[in-house]
Nanobody, 126 residues
């Protein structure tokens, strides 16, 4: 069993910054592999934002956030963070933390993840 709890969302003006955190709780026998952030904007499907792979800690970003957002995690994989800079109104969404408990090669598709948080709202005003 894995529990994910996001925090750090809120209201910010365009050009501002926010840092999201995801606390990971799990049974000692459960392994965490790839970790990611997704988001769902009003009226849209959930979309990939960023991911970090389990083995080599490679990071992956959606084109819309690359060079503005940075994903990171601690070595124990108990915390996943998303540092967001230069926020834009189009970044407004509910942001979800996601992890997978088995080895997967793909990181950009939500079907590759088996554990999800409840989400945290990020609102960027113009």
């Amino acid at each position: 069993q894995v529990q994910l709890v996001e925090s750090g969302g809120g209201l910010v003006q365009a050009g501002g910054s926010l840092r999201l955190s995801c606390a990971v709780s799990k049974h000692t026998t459960t392994s965490i592999y790839n970790m990611a952030w997704f988001r769902r904007a009003p009226g849209k499907d959930r979309e990939f934002v960023a991911a970090i792979s389990w083995g080599d800690s490679m990071t992956y970003y959606a084109d819309s956030v690359e060079y503005r957002f940075m994903i990171s995690r601690d070595n124990a994989k108990t915390t996943l963070e998303l540092q967001m800079h230069n926020l834009k109104p189009e970044d407004t969404a509910v942001y979800y933390c996601a992890v997978v408990t088995m080895r997967r090669t793909e990181v950009r598709y939500e079907t590759q993840y088996d554990c999800w948080g409840q989400g945290t709202q990020v609102t960027v005003s113009s």
